[in-house]
């Protein structure tokens, strides 16, 4: 892949087609201790595949799921959905562990591979490299960090973090990584301080980038 702008060959999205004998599913929230913070779940079949949500807000997640299919039954193209908000406990999925190019996602990955390997002992250049790489989505920037850390430690840090579904492309190419949209919202939990986060206090991203 050249060096240059990454042009995103995947859109991430759901699709979901409103069948008529296939209406949303409320089912039965999820019990447990009763101290525990109550989820409820919403379930729709598409395909042989499920459009799912769970939220801790009483009736989000059929709600959701209906807004889903609702906007989106019209759409014919190939999506994935992985959905997680921490406030409300709410997640979402549709064929989340189907893999795609990573194209400009494989950013959040570099900088988790250089957090994880520097902390917070960058250097000027470091931080300029990271800074233009996440805010102005520069791939220059993402080049460089890349080579500088070398493929073994970007390996590092998907193993470090448990992404066994993010896969780096054979050849080389940055762009090319393998990813699903289930191990992105992972990425982006860990990357947020998420409790087990494979990046401690000291190591996660704050106010430089």
Not at 11 to 36: D, R, W, Y
Not at 48 to 72: D, I, Q, W
Not at 89 to 105: E, L, P
């Amino acid at each position: 892949m050249a060096r240059g702008k990454v042009t995103s060959m995947t859109v991430f999205g759901v699709v979901v087609l409103a069948v008529a004998l296939n209406p949303v599913i409320p089912l039965i929230p999820k019990s447990g201790p009763q101290h525990a913070p109550r989820t409820e779940h919403a379930a729709q079949r598409f395909k042989g595949r499920t459009v799912e949500c769970t939220s801790g807000r009483p009736g989000l997640a059929e709600t959701l799921v209906r807004h889903m299919v609702k906007s989106l039954e019209k759409r014919s193209s190939r999506v994935s959905i992985a959905l997680y908000d921490r406030t409300s406990r709410t997640s979402c999925t549709y064929r989340a562990d189907v893999h795609y190019d990573s194209a400009s996602t494989v950013k959040p990955i570099v900088l988790g591979a250089l957090l994880l390997a520097r902390g917070t002992r960058l250097t000027g250049e470091e931080r300029s490299l990271a800074r233009e790489m996440i805010v102005n989505s520069d791939n220059d920037a993402t080049y460089a960090l890349w080579d500088l850390l070398g493929e073994e430690r970007i390996q590092d840090f998907l193993d470090e973090a448990g992404l066994e579904d993010t896969n780096l492309n054979d050849a080389g190419f940055m762009g090319l990584t393998q990813i699903t949209a289930r191990e992105q919202v992972k990425l982006l939990q860990l990357l947020t301080g998420a409790h087990g986060s494979v990046l401690s206090p000291r190591n996660a991203p704050t106010s430089w980038v």
